[in-house]
């Protein structure tokens, strides 16, 4: 793993990444970019550890779930922590993590089984208090879904 100064961005990440954003994956010849894309080519190159579904109705929860985090989510609290539009952000944090409260009602995970969508929330999780997302027992469901994955071994292992 390799930290970059985003607000400086190294010569050889924008070579890498023409988006100029992390991660980016470096594979041998291969080099993969944007999360949910690195996710899906891990799980794919290593199915031993299956983290998608193998019916496509169950790959495509995987993939609603995740969409929902990176478009909805990551947008608002990215708005929150850059100051943008705040007030309005963070009423649409609000609703959609109350979304995620009510879908995990009676999960364990988003889409059944831990999966590549569990994975992606991840970094919100860890990222919280910088888009001051208050996920405490007033969301009784996702906050024990949260507790559950930033509880588990790998995540508590990652810097």
């Not at 961005?9 to 993969?32: R, S």
């Not at 999960?107 to 569990?118: F, L």
């Not at 991840?122 to 509880?151: N, T």
């Amino acid at each position: 793993m390799i930290e970059c100064d985003l607000k400086n961005k190294p010569k050889e990440l924008l070579e890498l990444n023409p988006y100029g954003k992390v991660p980016v994956l470096v594979d041998g010849d291969a080099v993969v970019y944007e999360s949910a894309i690195i996710n899906e080519y891990l799980e794919e190159k290593y199915p031993e550890v299956p983290l998608m579904p193998k019916d496509p109705l169950g790959r495509s929860r995987v993939r609603i779930w995740v969409d929902y985090c990176n478009t909805r989510l990551q947008h608002a609290g990215g708005n929150i922590a850059h100051d943008y539009e705040v007030e309005k952000s963070t009423e649409q944090l609000k609703q959609y993590l109350a979304t995620l409260d009510e879908e995990m009602r009676g999960r364990e995970y988003i889409a059944d089984k831990y999966s590549v969508a569990d994975i992606t929330y991840i970094p919100f999780f860890v990222r919280k208090e910088r888009y001051k997302a208050v996920i405490d027992d007033s969301l009784p469901h996702l906050k024990a879904w949260m507790d559950r994955l930033l509880s588990r071994p790998t995540v508590r292992a990652t810097p």
